[in-house]
């Protein structure tokens, strides 16, 4: 439970002291250096931070891809730490959905079995599977290229098929590294509004690293990071 404009609010995602070094050689090089912070069920959350700063280290550990040195990540009350790590990957694949800079797709699979792929990894019936990897390639506006492969689309429709195949199990939280970065400006903005739509309509909750202010200045929170600690908190001004 935290406050929220005045309002007790409970926690879907908790971070608490993170701290995470890595060595290069002989360097110790500190990436977290005491994060701490919570995110509320519905809220879009921008991380924002030059190159360096920690963000995409911040969100893998969020992610529970990487464990922190110290502290402590819950995700919908569950504590990573009492975690091994096939207990983590089970709660990655159904709390978590992950959106990447590069869009991670297997370039054999059409856009279809890309967005299908964690509900056959969940063993989900194929028919089932099948109609909901449809409905939500519908649902961020891919109806007609659903048996596209990777090759056979636009930077800005290969990140729509990832955003997709984030939402496909209904994931308590959604978060994206750097989503626009591999774009032009107008296709960035695009998604922007895709993410959006889908925080408004469908309250998803959204954690985003970004360099790109239409991102950050969209958010309910924008966290400045700088050399592995958060500078400062501020509030977006929510424009669609």
Known sequence: MFHRAGVNVTALLEAKGLKKTYRMGKVLVPALQGITFDVAEGEFIAVFGPSGSGKSTLLHVLGGLDRPDEGEVSVDGISFSTLNDNALAEVRLHKIGFIFQFFNLLPRLTALRNVELPLTLADL??????????????????????NHRPSEMSGGEQQRVAIARALINDPKI?????????????????IVQLMKRLNK????????????????ETADQILYLKDGMIQKVNKGRKRL
């Open 201 to 216: 309509e469908k309250g998803q909750t959204f954690v985003v690293v970004t360099h790109d202010p239409a991102i950050a």
């Open 174 to 190: 959604v978060l994206a590294d750097e989503p626009t970065g591999n774009l032009d400006t107008s296709t960035g903005g695009e």
């Open 125 to 146: 019936p194929e028919k089932e599977s099948t109609k909901k990897a449809e409905e939500t390639l519908k649902l961020v506006g891919l109806e007609d290229r659903m």
